[in-house]
């Protein structure tokens, strides 16, 4: 079974919409990030969360991490056409600061945004 | 600012044959430097993570290997292809023991045929 589970699989929402992204862990995280990928593209980091209870934002997107540091969402305001891609939360497992930077990833987001 | 390259963009290779993916990165000092591989079903798979030059960690086993011959350099290899081995290959680089982030390349989308 995945460690890390996101939901949903795929979204199709129409511009100007709010949308949410799930991403859960198995296990403790010492560390949850997002990031976003064009097709066939590298990806593009957008947040890092750490502490429970944690809450970032850029722009109009939003991520939080839940104080037990097991799920986090990622939380996107009045969806535009350039918010389409993939969305992928990675967790770094390693606890004690020792994991290297070596990252587990959820299976992604299909973000589709119709203008 | 720090950059990170990766080449070539895509490659097509018969099966049998050789490969050697590269990616360099500049602008920084003794990065971790880690390969990825993403196949079809959209998840990233950690397959080897390097912490020093000649300092290879492989993840899982497979048909491939990596080198870090320089401090910046990380190099994956096959001495022959299979046609698993297709996917989108994915280079990054991070900073310190963990809780920092990671820059990825731009990918090579690798065809085995």
């Known amino acids: 079974s995945q460690e890390l589970e996101q939901s949903p699989q795929s979204l199709i929402v129409q511009e100007g919409k709010n949308l949410t992204i799930n991403c859960t862990s198995s296990?403790?995280?010492?560390?949850l990030y997002w990031y976003k990928q064009k097709y066939g593209e590298g990806l593009i980091f957008l947040m890092m969360?750490?502490?429970?209870?944690e809450e970032k934002s850029h722009e109009k997107i939003t991520a939080k991490l839940d104080e037990k540091k097991q799920q986090s969402s990622l939380h996107i305001t009045a969806s535009q056409p350039s918010h389409a891609g993939i969305y992928l939360c990675g967790a770094d497992f390693g606890g004690s600061g020792t994991s290297y930077g070596k990252l587990t990833f959820g299976q992604g987001t299909i973000l589709t945004v119709h203008p | 600012s720090q950059t990170i390259h990766q080449w070539p963009a895509t490659l097509v290779q018969p099966v049998g044959s050789p490969l050697s993916l590269e990616c360099t990165v500049e602008g920084t000092s003794n990065p971790n430097l880690y390969w990825y591989r993403q196949a079809a079903g959209r998840g990233l798979q950690l397959l080897f993570y390097?912490?020093?030059?000649?300092?290879i960690s492989s993840e899982v086993p497979q048909n491939l290997s990596a080198s870090r011959p320089q401090d910046r350099q990380f190099i994956l290899s096959s001495k022959k292809l299979l046609l698993s081995d297709s996917g989108f290959y994915l280079c990054a680089w991070s900073k310190g023991l963990g809780g920092t982030e990671a820059f990825f390349g731009q990918g090579t989308r690798l065809t085995v045929v």
């Open positions: 296990k403790t995280l010492y560390g």
């Open positions: 969360l750490q502490k429970g209870g």
């Open positions: 390097s912490v020093g030059i000649g300092q």
